[in-house]
T-cell receptor, first 114, second 114 residues
Framework: GAVVSQHPSWVICKSGTSVKIECRSLDFQATTMFWYRQFPKQSLMLMATSNEGSKATYEQGVEKDKFLINHASLTLSTLTVTSAHPEDSSFYIC??????????FGQGTRLTVV | GDSVTQMEGPVTLSEEAFLTINCTYTATGYPSLFWYVQYPGEGLQLLLKATKADDKGSNKGFEATYRKETTSFHLEKGSVQVSDSAVYFCALTAGGTSYGKLTFGQGTILTVHP
C-alpha cells in the first residue's frame, strides 16, 4: 500500500520559535495533501488543503500567517507553525491523496511548545 | 455543514465480546463513509469504507453498513480481540475532487481485556 511519512514524530520547541513539519508520500504522487490537527481526546479537525504548486486553502478559523503550508512537489508538503505558543501544542496529522478513492495518513507529529 | 457523531467512549470489553460503535452523520448530497483506526503510537489507518447507500464495508472481521434512511454507519465486530484495542474514528467525505478531505467524529477508545 501507499506510504505517507511525517517528520518529525515529535518536537518540543520554545515559545516564539517556528517549527516545520514535513509530510512525504514515499511511493506515489499526491495530487492533494491535507493537514489536520487533533487535540487531546478530541477529533481531527481539517486545517487546510494544499495542492502542488498552488496556495493552500485554509478552513475557517485557521490563521494563514501562523500555519504556513507549502506544497512544492507532488511528494512533499510542509506545515510551518510560526511564532509558536503553548496553545499551539497539539497532534498534527497529514494525509495525501492520489485521486479518486484513496487517501493515506502520516503517523502524526506531536508538537509541544514550552 | 457536514458532521459526524460517534457514541462516547471509552468502551471496555472482554475478549470475544460483541462490539458495536454507533456513528451517525449529517451531510448534503451522498457522502462516502469511512471507519479509521488509530493503534497506540501509530497513525490513522483506513479500516473500511462504503461509498453508497446499502453498501457494506468489511475488513478484519469488522463490518459497517451505509444506512441512508437512518444516516448511520455503525461499526460491528462479532468477537473482539485484545489487539483490537485502539481509537476508532468514523468519517465522511463529500467525494469527487474533495476526496481525502474528511470530516471526523470525535473518536471512540476501545479497550479489550483478555
Amino acid at each position: 500500500g501507499a506510504v505517507v511519512s511525517q517528520h518529525p514524530s515529535w518536537v518540543i520547541c520554545k515559545s516564539g520559535t517556528s517549527v516545520k513539519i514535513e509530510c512525504r508520500s514515499l511511493d506515489f504522487q499526491a495530487t492533494t495533501m491535507f493537514w489536520y490537527r487533533q487535540f487531546p481526546k478530541q477529533s481531527l479537525m481539517l486545517m487546510a488543503t494544499s495542492n502542488e504548486g498552488s496556495k493552500a486553502t485554509y478552513e475557517q478559523g485557521v490563521e494563514k500567517d501562523k500555519f504556513l503550508i507549502n506544497h512544492a512537489s507532488l511528494t512533499l508538503s510542509t506545515l510551518t507553525v510560526t511564532s509558536a505558543h503553548p496553545e499551539d501544542s497539539s497532534f498534527y496529522i497529514c494525509s495525501a491523496s492520489k485521486g479518486e478513492g484513496k487517501a493515506f495518513f502520516g503517523q502524526g507529529t506531536r508538537l509541544t511548545v514550552v | 455543514g457536514d458532521s459526524v457523531t460517534q457514541m462516547e467512549g471509552p468502551v471496555t470489553l472482554s475478549e470475544e465480546a460483541f462490539l458495536t460503535i454507533n456513528c451517525t452523520y449529517t451531510a448534503t448530497g451522498y457522502p462516502s463513509l469511512f471507519w479509521y483506526v488509530q493503534y497506540p503510537g501509530e497513525g490513522l489507518q483506513l479500516l473500511l469504507k462504503a461509498t453508497k447507500a446499502d453498501d457494506k464495508g468489511s475488513n478484519k472481521g469488522f463490518e459497517a453498513t451505509y444506512r441512508k434512511e437512518t444516516t448511520s454507519f455503525h461499526l460491528e465486530k462479532g468477537s473482539v480481540q485484545v489487539s483490537d484495542s485502539a481509537v476508532y474514528f468514523c468519517a465522511l467525505t463529500a467525494g469527487g475532487t474533495s476526496y481525502g478531505k474528511l470530516t471526523f467524529g470525535q473518536g471512540t477508545i476501545l479497550t479489550v481485556h483478555p
